[in-house]
T-cell receptor
Framework: GAVVSQHPSRVICKSGTSVKIECRSL??????MFWYRQFPKQSLMLMATSNEGSKATYEQGVEKDKFLINHASLTLSTLTVTSAHPEDSSFYICSARETGHGSGANVLTFGAGSRLTVL | QKEVEQDPGPLSVPEGAIVSLNCTYS??????FMWYRQYSRKGPELLMY????GNKEDGRFTAQVDKSSKYISLFIRDSQPSDSATYLCAMRYSGNTPLVFGKGTRLSVIA
């Protein structure tokens, strides 16, 4: 089945630094990838929709200058948390839908997530 | 009112029990319904996918969608300790739209 690889799985950084998280579709192409954030015991909250070759679409309340998203190829999207602060500590999860599937299915494959801890 | 409501639990059952997990939603425009299982500190994995109303069965899992009541369910038969996880319902509109998730229900199956 489709596999989405996310790296790193865990990162600890100092406040004020930037952290990049990669999301790769390993055996399929994805024109669209989604970035979610999940706080402890909470649901997944969509942050942004990453579109290959164009600007990402951010959800209301998500700062696009703080959470930079780049979708440079059909298999890679990156999320960069700039000037990270402790309140950015969370579990970040990406997902992708295989290109070519009918729009009806939209069966997303999720990465394993990246746990960010900002000290 | 949130778009998708799901009781977070926790829900604890003995091994072999039938588990019923449910979500309600407010927007009748949702057309695609999914259940994901998420183990601790892992990404969600798709369990079941259903389009519109009806039932779908896969092994020990049965998904039901009642669009008239805006209510979806996941049943797990002969539950196993390995089923212990958080179960998230998710749904979306037609077209290339993102999923909207419930809060997730934490399930523990006790051996």
């Amino acid at each position: 089945g489709a596999v989405v690889s996310q790296h790193p799985s865990r990162v600890i950084c100092k406040s004020g630094t930037s952290v990049k998280i990669e999301c790769r579709s390993l055996d399929f192409q994805a024109t669209t990838m989604f970035w979610y954030r999940q706080f402890p015991k909470q649901s997944l909250m969509l942050m942004a929709t990453s579109n290959e070759g164009s600007k990402a679409t951010y959800e209301q309340g998500v700062e696009k200058d703080k959470f930079l998203i780049n979708h440079a190829s059909l298999t890679l999207s990156t999320l960069t948390v700039t000037s990270a602060h402790p309140e950015d500590s969370s579990f970040y999860i990406c997902s992708a839908r295989e290109t070519g599937h009918g729009s009806g299915a939209n069966v997303l494959t999720f990465g394993a997530g990246s746990r960010l801890t900002v000290l | 009112q949130k778009e998708v409501e799901q009781d977070p639990g926790p829900l604890s059952v003995p091994e072999g029990a039938i588990v019923s997990l449910n979500c309600t939603y407010s927007n009748s425009a949702f057309q695609y319904f999914m259940w994901y299982r998420q183990y601790s500190r892992k990404g969600p994995e798709l369990l079941m996918y259903t389009y519109s109303s009806g039932n779908k069965e896969d092994g020990r899992f049965t998904a039901q969608v009642d669009k008239s009541s805006k209510y979806i369910s996941l049943f797990i038969r002969d539950s196993q300790p390995s089923d212990s996880a958080t179960y998230l319902c998710a749904m979306r509109y037609s077209g290339n739209t993102p999923l909207v998730f419930g809060k997730g229900t934490r399930l523990s199956v006790i051996a």
